[in-house]
C-alpha cells in the first residue's frame, strides 16, 4: 500500500478539492407549455420532447 512521504497540507488538499462540487442542473423551458424541464428530459406535464409528443398525457 501507498505511503505519503510528507503530509499534505489542508491548503494543497483544498486546492486540488476545488473543482469536485454539485452543481445546480441546467434548466430549460419547454417549447410546448413553457414549464421549467431539464435538458434531455421529456416535459412532465405535456409529455413533447424535441416538437414531438412522447408521452400521451391525459387531460384533466
Known amino acids: 500500500m501507498a505511503h505519503p512521504k510528507h503530509k499534505v497540507s489542508k491548503q494543497r488538499r483544498d486546492k486540488r478539492r476545488t473543482h469536485d462540487k454539485a452543481v ?22 405535456c409529455g413533447w420532447y424535441r416538437g414531438r409528443q ?5 387531460a384533466e
Request: glycine residues 4%.
Open 54 to 58: 412522447i408521452i400521451q398525457k391525459s
Open 24 to 45: 445546480a442542473p441546467t434548466l430549460a423551458t419547454c417549447s410546448n407549455c413553457g414549464a421549467t424541464v431539464m435538458y434531455h428530459r421529456v416535459c412532465p406535464e
